[in-house]
């Protein structure tokens, strides 16, 4: 069964400092990959996906994540932290081929300081 | 254009009585999803349909939870009795084929 590890519970940077989230999956092939963003009252929004080809992966609000076979990782990098990016990140999983089954981490909640 | 429509947003129970949450999804996307997201925790699916047909209801407690998707487009999720451990919040999520799930406000769900 797939899985899905993310293994900071809270994360608090300085605003305009840069960010690594991370997430490590659990699967028998490649499968694809998710960053979602819930901020408070708000339901989760996509910030970018990993189906195939190039590893780097370039998301909304200046997010990027970087699939990594060897290491079974996708982590999240933003160089410059903003206030607003302060939310409840999730990391998912889903197998090749079926973007609608999906499995969710347990989430990394990020703080910013001003 | 709209996304997907969730009612009501927050409603407190007493154990024991019934409760109905309700979903839009969005217009054209053939597939909904029900989540369950518990305090701190990632959201975990309790059904999905393609069009009317219930595809993938393994994780639905159907003892107390039933679920229709009448006409293929509006959802209704309800529990029949509540419990005290059903307090957390009930994601509606839709999608055209292929693609990511996009998901609703939730219903905040609190069980007295």
């Known amino acids: 069964a797939q899985s899905v590890t993310q293994p900071d519970i809270h994360i608090t940077v300085s605003e305009g400092a840069s960010l690594e989230l991370r997430c490590n999956y659990s699967?028998?092939?490649?499968?694809?990959l998710f960053w979602y963003v819930q901020s408070p009252g708000q339901g989760l929004q996509l910030l970018l996906k990993?189906?195939?080809?190039?590893?780097l992966v370039q998301g909304i609000k200046g997010f990027e994540a970087e699939f990594k076979r060897s290491q079974s990782s996708f982590n999240l990098r933003k160089p410059s932290v903003h206030w607003s990016d302060a939310a409840e990140y999730f990391c998912a999983v889903a197998p090749s081929g079926s973007a609608r089954q999906l499995t969710f981490g347990s989430g990394t909640q990020l703080t910013v300081l001003p | 254009e709209a996304g997907v429509v969730q009612s009501p947003r927050y409603k407190i129970i007493e154990k024991k009585q019934p409760v109905a949450f309700w979903c839009n999804p969005i217009s054209g996307h053939n597939t909904l999803y029900w989540y369950l997201q518990n305090l701190g925790q990632g959201p975990e699916l309790l059904i999905r349909y393609e069009n009317e047909e219930a595809v993938d209801d393994s994780q639905l407690p159907k003892d107390r939870f039933s679920a229709e998707r009448l006409k293929g487009v509006d959802s209704t999720l309800k529990i029949q009795p509540a419990e005290l451990g059903d307090s957390a919040v009930y994601l509606c999520?839709?999608?055209?084929?292929?693609?990511?799930?996009?998901f609703g406000p939730g219903t905040r769900l609190t069980v007295l």
């Open positions: 990993y189906f195939s080809g190039d590893t």
């Open positions: 699967y028998g092939a490649t499968p694809y």
């Open positions: 999520a839709s999608s055209p084929p292929g693609v990511a799930p996009f």
